[in-house]
């Protein structure tokens, strides 16, 4: 059964903003290409292909390096344009943000985006005209609903489901003695122990159910962001974070990666998606 890893592929200010001063994407140019060379080696190494869910204004500032992960078999997918959190953003502006981006990577790769990825997991705090969008536009799947109470809700579903006729594919979650973790990526997968996040993800498989990983560009990167850092963005950014590179490559020897939309085809082949109507949105989310 294939499992998805994805990465998003955007720069670190994007990952942890609020920053009070973020640093322009252009000046992280040499960050996030060390980090898409380090990823594309690993996964090249053990034969894995992912899916970039890639930010516009990377496409639109790195067309050379989205061009070379889709040449090397990689889904490119969309983040968005400018890693606007959805729910500010409403129904028309989510679209515009949307075209923008796709715009974006196909000028820079020549594939349409087929899925989406939410910037800091907002969907959960949009509501039912988020679906509608995505399938008016042409997407076939979303990965943004994050079952981790304190990124989505309690109610979110851990396994691949249907929402208004776009599948939806949740990144893994991890119980703890401390409660629900994002265990498929950011800090969980850079603190827990390689056995309690292995043994999700086959338990998740033995159930039927895809485990969904991603990682940022900047996990992988030796080189550090210049300038000054708040020290909460220090912490998240380099919690753990050189064991990462080593983690990802026991994992693709362990568990049979694919594509986004790989691991979805095979997965539909087995057994229908469940269908819901709606997910469990935010209580805080903004009335549209
Ligand atoms: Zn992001």
């Not at 516009?56 to 606007?84: N, Q, T, Y």
């Not at 729910?87 to 923008?100: A, C, I, S």
Request: glycine residues 10%.
């Amino acid at each position: 059964m294939l499992n998805v890893f994805s990465v998003d592929l955007e720069g670190w200010y994007q990952s942890l903003s609020p920053d009070p001063a973020p640093v322009p994407l252009a000046a992280q140019r040499d960050g996030i290409r060390e980090g898409i060379d380090r990823l594309l080696e690993l996964c090249g190494r053990r034969n894995v292909k992912a899916t970039w869910f890639t930010l516009g204004a990377v496409a639109e500032l790195m067309p050379e390096d989205v061009k070379r992960i889709a040449a090397a078999g990689h889904e490119v997918a969309s983040h968005g344009h400018a890693h606007d959190d959805v729910h500010v953003l409403g129904p028309e502006r989510f679209r515009e943000d949307l075209r923008r981006a796709q715009g974006a990577i196909e000028a820079a790769c020549g594939a349409r985006p087929r899925g989406y990825r939410s910037p800091k997991w907002s969907a959960g705090r949009a509501g039912p005209w988020y679906f509608d969008a995505l399938r008016q536009e042409g997407y076939a799947y979303d990965s943004s609903l994050n079952p981790v109470p304190m990124l989505g809700t309690r109610g979110m579903r851990h396994d691949a489901h249907r929402v208004a006729g776009v599948a939806e594919l949740p990144p893994m979650a991890v119980r703890t003695m401390v409660g629900w973790l994002p265990g498929g990526g950011s800090i969980g997968l850079r603190t827990l122990t390689h056995r309690v996040i292995l043994g999700r993800a086959r338990a998740l498989n033995a159930s039927g159910e895809l485990a969904v990983f991603w990682v940022h560009p900047w996990e992988v990167a030796q080189r550090r962001l210049a300038g000054r850092m708040p020290l909460a963005t220090r912490l998240v950014c380099n919690t753990a974070r050189v064991d990462l590179a080593a983690r990802l490559d026991r994992l693709f020897g362990e568990l049979p990666f694919g594509t986004a939309a790989a691991a979805l085809a095979e997965r539909e082949a087995r057994a229908p998606l469940p269908e819901i109507a709606e997910p469990a949105w935010r209580e805080d989310r903004p009335r549209w």
